[in-house]
């Protein structure tokens, strides 16, 4: 089947040190590929790169069968999530979560109406005229799901979104992802460093290692079939 998402020898240095080293992925229309690898792989970088927030040194990005290497981040359609919550303090939920409709200029029925069904689909409807600050982390987390989703992005960028919660919201909040993500038929990147995170989430996995991807599959044949002593000790084939 034909990607949704190319990415071909994608190369990006800081300075002299190499960061991503010809990273190639193809990504399906609908499915959640995971990036997993220890900190400091490439990953944030890479995802900033797909968001056109980071120039690419060298290689290709087509989405939709659009070439979007030259195009700044808004045109590119792609939405991101961080892993510190980054909504706008000054903004209740319901405004956060109209900001990027507002800024392309949709009508206030349309933001209103949008932002309602975001706000039942992430069950903080009680919340929408709430500050951030008033929210717990991961109420927060939802609201700049949300926020991302409002605009219809064609692929969702997920940056360790769940690191900084509790490890009970984390496992809830991350199921609760998953069934956005299947319901809305969402083509998304999920980086994290952790995996078991990846193995219960993804389609894919991509375990990356020092700017490179060293082995992609299914959850299951990189636990079960680790081509390298790395992702062996990385998917923790040997426990
Ligand atoms: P990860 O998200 O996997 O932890 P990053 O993509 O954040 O890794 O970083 C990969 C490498 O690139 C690290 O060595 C990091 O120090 C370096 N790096 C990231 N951003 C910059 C930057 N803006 N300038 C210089 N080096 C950077
Ligand atoms: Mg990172």
């Keep these: ?116 069904e975001l706000l039942e689909l992430i069950d903080l409807a009680d919340k929408r005229d709430a500050y951030p600050a008033q929210l717990s982390g991961g109420q927060q987390q939802r609201v700049a799901l949300a926020r991302s989703l409002a605009v219809r992005p064609k692929v969702l960028l997920l940056d360790e979104p769940l690191s900084a919660l509790d490890a009970k919201i984390r496992k809830n909040l991350r199921m609760e992802i998953r069934e956005i993500q299947k319901q809305f038929n969402m083509t998304t990147i999920f980086v994290t460093h952790d995996q078991e995170e990846a193995l219960t989430l993804s389609d894919r996995v991509c375990l990356m290692n020092q700017g490179n991807i060293v082995q992609q599959g299914t959850p299951e044949e990189l636990y079960a079939k680790p081509s390298t002593e790395f992702v062996a000790r990385f998917m923790g084939s040997y426990n």
Excluded: H
Excluded at 77 to 83: C, W
């Design 1 to 116: 089947m034909k990607p949704y998402l190319k990415l071909e020898g994608i190369r990006k240095q800081f300075g002299t040190t190499t960061v991503l080293n010809q990273v190639n992925l193809d990504i399906r229309e609908g499915e959640l590929v995971t990036l997993l690898g220890p900190s400091g792989c490439g990953k944030s970088t890479l995802l900033r790169c797909i968001a056109g927030l980071t120039e690419i040194d060298e290689g290709q990005i087509w989405l939709d069968d659009k070439d979007i290497v030259n195009l700044p981040p808004r045109s590119r359609e792609i939405g991101m999530v961080f892993q510190s919550y980054a909504l706008f303090p000054n903004l209740t939920v319901r405004e956060n979560i109209e900001y990027g409709m507002r800024m392309r200029g949709a009508a206030k029925e349309a933001r209103r109406q949008r932002s309602d």
